[in-house]
């Protein structure tokens, strides 16, 4: 897309009961636009709209209406999402312009509580949050069908390995027969002249030795037949024998598969489902217990008590002023603090052991999920075993049923094979019996010589049968052979595609850190902390428990570099970060995010809001940072903080 192309792309959005927005219509260009105004004005819930509009479920409807919508006409399309209300929840329909957009809402949609901007200050796992999007079961399961595809092409190389090492012996073979027919053939042509030479001698008896004639040319063409039929019916018993070799071998593996390899399913899904929620409802409590405890804290730590003094001079009491408070009302001989929950005079040590309490009861929240976490990995891993042999006794059964199949075919043509070669038997001695009342002493040496003849041209017949079928395989070995490279190359490949399938998910890792660590390193040299060095992850090993195993995982570590007044460095902790510096370092592990998960590609729209914790100045040097990685960067400001942003960003005052 060209620059005048860039400047000239609009997206334009009419939004109705969305937030706290009545009724709107917007235009907002490619590049920076900057919502500036008053707080209350509408500059959130117009940034919840254009997530509706790409298809996030993390809009809110307006209190007093029952629905809501937006349409965003956009590069030519037109989108539109409605919002209704359902009791407690919201419903959505419509369609947006992301089929899915899980990944923008952690990456690309900025606001407030979004969650890896929240995740840094909550201390969350980094490296699962940044991995979340990544399907890492389907991997597995990509890599598990590429192996088994390069075990097959090794069992066929082995296999083609192994009939080459045959050839030689082969190619022996075919050139002893060729000798051997060579041979019959001399001889039958030398029989063939003691025939002609006996025949001279009884010319007056020529009628009877054609009809003798005949009749041995008819012997011989039938005793070759059967003896191609006998050759017949042996290579099918052999393959009969074959086939019941490979159904016993697989019944016995059939035998050793439990009947119903996926037990009670329903029981095992609900389970799995329940733990689940029970998960979730786990991470609510102690999200909402460390909230409390980290309230509590700052309060007493900061001693600063004011505020209640003035909601004590009020009369007025904390919504939270229930069972809490009377908690903290208990007698006390400690220093006499004003309860910021109730408004009532407590002992300060009755409200430091109520925090302890809470921290205890963390502590077993906690606990209790890891439990949970073990549980349903467990349960997990059953699943998708009994599956496994589920399929494998399918698979079992069906090729056992195609072996009892082809065995009844192979009987049924055994069967009448030997029909057959009960009918030539007969044949043969009905012949043998013609030829000999044709006999006579006149022409006992002729016969004699008919019946040698006829003996060779039959050893020669099966001599050439023998000689096609060494050549066929010989053919086929060849063959199968020249597409040895053909495997190898293609075995090759799918080791390379192994390869980069098993490195995936630790590239996916690397990327990140490599892009947290150097977007982090330029911004903090841009917004100029004081005595704030340096903020990296450090991609790590750590040992953890799947199920029944322990296994080797990776872990992103957060490192926070000060310096002291006389330059020295010293490592510190998240917890000593300012709300500023926290904050930065969230929307620098987005970005992260966002590249390296292609956003830049897919997402057009990125959004910030809720920056007031950043000074003015380092909130312009964040935007004109941000600006270059998105289409669209939308952004939501005090009107004293967007004064200090570039002239030329566009900017609406009114919604």
Request: with cysteine; hydrophobic share 35%.
């Amino acid at each position: 897309m060209s620059a005048s192309e860039e400047l000239a792309e609009k997206a334009r959005f009419a939004v109705e009961n969305i937030g706290g927005i009545d009724e709107a219509e917007l235009s907002v260009s490619s590049g920076v636009t900057v919502l500036s105004g008053k707080n209350a004005t509408n500059r959130t819930s117009f940034l919840q709209s254009i997530m509706a509009a790409m298809g996030s479920r993390q809009a809110t409807l307006k209190g007093d209406a029952d629905e809501g919508a937006v349409e965003m006409e956009f590069r030519g399309e037109t989108y539109k999402r409605t919002l209704t209300r359902a009791g407690d929840s919201l419903q959505f329909s419509g369609e947006g312009y992301l089929d899915d957009s899980d990944v923008a809402d952690l990456f690309a949609f900025l606001l407030e509580t979004n969650e890896a901007r929240q995740s840094v200050a909550r201390g969350d796992d980094l490296r699962d949050l940044i991995m979340r999007p990544v399907d890492t079961d389907a991997i597995k399961r990509e890599i598990e069908a590429l192996e088994e595809e390069k075990g097959e092409i090794n069992e066929e190389l082995a296999t083609i390995e192994s009939r080459q090492r045959d050839l030689p012996d082969l190619e022996q073979r075919r050139n002893s027969l060729r000798e051997q027919i060579e041979e019959k053939r001399e001889e039958l042509a030398d029989k063939e002249e003691e025939i002609d030479e006996s025949s001279r001698d009884v010319q007056e008896s020529r009628r009877e030795q054609e009809k003798l004639e005949e009749k041995l040319d008819e012997l011989r063409s039938t005793r070759s037949d059967l003896e191609s039929l006998r050759q017949q019916i042996e290579s099918q018993e052999a393959s009969v024998t074959s086939l019941n070799q490979e159904q016993s071998d697989l019944e016995d593996e059939f035998e050793e598969l439990p009947d119903a390899p996926m037990g009670d399913k329903d029981h095992l899904e609900s389970e799995i489902d329940r733990l689940r929620e029970r998960r979730q409802e786990l991470n609510s409590d102690i999200s909402d217990l460390q909230s409390l405890i980290q309230y509590n804290e700052e309060r007493i730590e900061s001693g600063d008590y004011d505020v209640l003094d003035t909601l004590e001079g009020d009369g007025g009491e904390t919504a939270d002023g229930g069972a809490l408070t009377e908690q903290l009302l208990d007698d006390g001989d400690g220093d006499q603090v004003v309860c910021w929950t109730c408004g009532s005079t407590v002992e300060q040590e009755q409200i430091e052991g109520t925090i302890d309490r809470l921290q205890d009861l963390r502590e077993e929240k906690l606990s209790e999920l890891s439990s949970v976490k073990d549980d349903l990995e467990e349960l997990k891993s059953d699943q998708r075993e009994a599956e496994q042999k589920q399929q494998r006794r399918e698979q079992l059964q069906r090729k056992i049923d195609d072996i009892e199949d082809e065995l009844d075919q192979r009987t049924e043509q055994i069967d009448s094979l030997k029909e057959q070669r009960n009918e030539l038997k007969a044949e043969v001695e009905d012949l043998e019996t013609a030829v000999e009342d044709l006999e006579s002493e006149d022409f006992e040496d002729i016969l004699t010589l008919h019946k040698e003849a006829n003996q060779l041209e039959f050893e020669i017949d099966s001599l050439e049968s023998d000689l096609d079928d060494v050549s066929e395989e010989i053919e086929e070995i060849e063959g199968r052979v020249a597409d040895a490279d053909d495997l190898r190359e293609e075995r090759d490949a799918l080791m390379d595609e192994l390869t980069d399938k098993r490195t995936k998910v630790g590239q996916i890792e690397e990327d990140a850190v490599e892009a947290f660590n150097e977007h982090m390193e330029a911004v903090l040299d841009i917004l100029g902390y004081e005595n704030l060095e340096r903020v990296w992850i450090e991609r790590i090993e750590r040992t953890v428990r799947e199920g029944r195993r322990k296994v080797e995982k990776s872990a992103f570590e957060l490192h926070i570099i000060r310096s002291t007044e006389n330059g020295a460095a010293y490592e510190d902790t998240v917890d000593h970060l300012s709300e500023s510096e926290r904050e930065v370092v969230g929307l620098i592990f987005a970005l992260a995010g966002y590249l390296v998960h292609d956003l830049h590609e897919t997402v057009p729209f990125m959004l910030l809001d809720s920056l007031e914790a950043i000074d003015s100045d380092r909130i312009a040097a964040l935007v004109d940072y941000f600006a270059d990685y998105a289409d669209f960067l939308v952004i939501a400001l005090l009107e004293e903080d967007a004064q200090a942003l570039d002239n030329d960003y566009e900017r609406v005052t009114a919604i």
